[in-house]
Every structure is written in structure tokens, then in C-alpha cells.
């Protein structure tokens, strides 16, 4: 939902009721392992709007993200690191969120909200909402910020995201004046959706490793906090685990040296200006918690690799059926 809000409402939402975050379930809860196709749709305890469960008993051709018969439609989120390589490669980013954004058309799905979020700290620097187009494109965006953001350096590749989702719908998106001409603010996240993507996309280095203590969060590893209760305990939102997906974009991190990889990147067509903003990873970080969180609730997340992705070869048209598939099996849908 865009707003235009003076700094004065900032205290008025700060001071709004806050959802209380559970601790992990014992051995992941009791739905571990379940397929997607289960029944976690409906599960809701009420309260709050942000936190209770999305109601199941929408009429035919109403189900979860699909923006029909009462479902408010799907968020998807980009967590995209920002440093100043961006400055070489932003058509391609823009390009990658159209192509989201267009497979989620064809699913079926309603885009309720696009957002670009950073991967240090999961602060909003752009958004698009459903009706309303936003004061700037993503390309002059993410152009500002290379140029004016230092380069990331949190402690773990899941801070900004773990952020992010603590404190979603009171998330203040504010657009510089040199992007606007005005101050600009938003709450782009105020209104909680049927279905939530997230896209990580992470060019370089992770900081630590899935055992480090940086990536515990509340005692929970990052596959326990993200996947192991029926509702995801990482989101201020109680969204039913089947109405959330990642995407995972990244580098390699299974030992591809530079050289390896810079020709492999060549290959499909990356430019090279591109080349001395990405490096493999000596530290696995996607794979290990891809596979946990998985091992949880299968196809959860999906791997995918920078470079191929980043010149379109992304299956997001296949995954996103695949996914709309599982959200319409949650009201007994085909």
C-alpha cells in the first residue's frame, strides 16, 4: 500500500500491537516433513490481522495469493546486495524482477507488492504496489544506491531478511529527495498478503558459515527459524508455511574457483564488467540451508545460479505453476 506519510505517523504504527514470536517446536513441530500439498492452509489463531491465519473458506477460484474472492494477493520480495557492482549490473536486475513478476502473472497469482529490500539490513529502497506506481524506476534506484550505500557487511547472509520479517508491516520505505524531488515515505508492507516470495540474490562472499552463532536466531538455526513451524516464525506475519517460497540466487559455494566461474559466467553471456563484482563463495551458506529447510517442507526453497539467472535462465515460469499448484490445493482446488 503506498502512503505518503509525515514523520509523525512513524510513532502512531510504532506503538501498534506486536505479535509474539514463538519458540521452535520440538523435532520441527508436528507437521515436519509434510508435503505442501497438506492442509497447514487455515490454521490461523485469529488476533491481530497480521498475524492470524488466512481464511480457507474463500469461495471457488478464491486461494491464497491469487488476489480473488476476498485474498489480498502475493508479495514478492527481493533481498538483493547492495554494493557498488549494482552500478554495472542493474538492467539485469530490473530485468529478473519483470521476469518474476510475469511468471506469477501466468500462475495465476496477483501481485499485491514488489519490493527490492537490502541484504544487510532488509530496509526497503524500492517498491511497487498493486495500484500505484511508484515515484521512481527500479533502474534509477538501484543505480542512486550503488553509488551512495556501503558495501554490505552483515554478519550473516540471512540478517537483513531475519530483520525484515520481525518487523514487516511497519517497514517505512523512504525515498531520498535527490531520487523524488520530495521526501517520500511508504509502508509497503502494511497491507498482509495471501502468499509471500522471497528472492535472495547474493553476488559475493557469504560472512559465515549456516553453523556460525551470527546465524542462530533465538537459539534456532536459519533452516528451524525460516521453515520449522507450520507458521514460519521468522514473519511478524502468520502466514501457513505453504503460502511462502524462496527463491535462493547465488553464487557457487561447492569450491568453483574464480577463474572456473568467471568462464562459466562468460559463457552464458554475462557481461564482463560484471565479473569483478562477483566471487564464489569458500563458505556454504545457500545449499546447507536450502537443504534444511526443504527437509522440513519440500520445495520450499529452490537453488538457483547467479550468472545463468542473471541472463534469464531462471525456470520461473515452471516454479511458479508449481507453487500456484500447491496454493490452490489448500482450498481443494486443482
Known amino acids: 500500500m503506498k502512503l505518503l506519510l509525515p514523520l509523525a505517523l512513524l510513532a502512531l504504527y510504532a506503538a501498534g500491537p506486536q505479535c509474539e514470536t514463538r519458540p521452535p517446536e520440538p523435532d520441527g513441530g508436528r507437521d515436519a516433513g509434510r508435503k505442501d500439498s497438506g492442509s497447514d492452509a487455515g490454521l490461523g489463531d485469529g488476533g ?17 495469493g491469487s488476489g480473488r474472492n476476498g485474498d489480498p494477493g ?12 549494482r552500478a554495472n549490473d542493474a538492467s539485469l536486475y530490473v530485468r529478473l524482477v519483470d521476469q518474476v513478476r510475469a511468471a506469477l502473472a ?23 504496489s ?3 506506481p511508484p515515484p521512481v524506476k527500479l533502474l534509477d534506484a538501484l543505480n542512486f544506491y550503488a553509488r551512495q550505500l556501503p558495501d554490505p557487511s552483515e554478519p550473516c547472509s540471512i540478517t537483513g531478511l531475519s530483520q525484515l520479517g520481525a518487523n514487516m508491516p511497519y517497514e517505512l520505505l523512504s525515498y531520498p529527495p535527490e531520487l523524488t524531488g520530495v521526501p517520500w515515505y511508504e509502508q509497503p508492507f ?83 564488467t560484471m565479473l569483478d563484482a562477483i566471487a564464489p563463495s569458500t563458505v556454504p551458506f545457500y545449499d546447507p540451508w536450502a537443504s534444511g529447510m526443504n527437509a522440513y517442507f ?34 481443494g482446488l486443482p
Open 130 to 132: 498493486k495500484n500505484t
Open 298 to 331: 519440500p520445495d520450499l526453497a529452490t537453488r538457483a545460479d547467479y550468472c545463468t539467472t542473471m541472463m534469464g535462465a531462471l525456470p520461473a515460469n515452471d516454479l511458479a505453476d508449481a507453487w500456484a499448484k500447491v496454493l490452490r490445493a489448500q482450498v
Open 48 to 64: 491481530c490481522w497480521w498475524c492470524g491465519g488466512w481464511d480457507p473458506n474463500l469461495p471457488d477460484g478464491g486461494y491464497p
Open 190 to 272: 502494511l497491507s498482509r498478503p495471501g502468499a509471500l516470495l522471497v528472492v535472495m540474490i547474493d553476488s559475493d562472499l557469504r560472512p559465515a558459515p549456516i553453523t556460525s552463532l551470527s546465524c542462530a536466531t533465538l537459539q534456532a538455526s536459519p533452516a528451524t527459524y525460516f521453515a520449522g513451524n507450520a507458521f514460519p516464525q521468522w514473519l511478524l506475519w502468520r502466514l501457513p508455511r505453504p503460502t511462502t517460497r524462496f527463491w535462493l540466487v547465488s553464487t557457487p559455494e561447492d569450491g568453483t574457483s574464480v577463474d572456473t566461474m568467471r568462464g562459466t559466467c562468460l559463457a552464458s553471456g554475462l557481461p564482463p
Open 106 to 128: 501466468h500462475a495465476g497469482l496477483t501481485i499485491l507488492e514488489t519490493a527490492v529490500v537490502s541484504h544487510e539490513d532488509g530496509r526497503p529502497l524500492w517498491a511497487q
Open 74 to 85: 502475493t508479495d514478492v520480495v527481493f533481498v538483493v546486495r547492495m554494493d557498488r557492482g
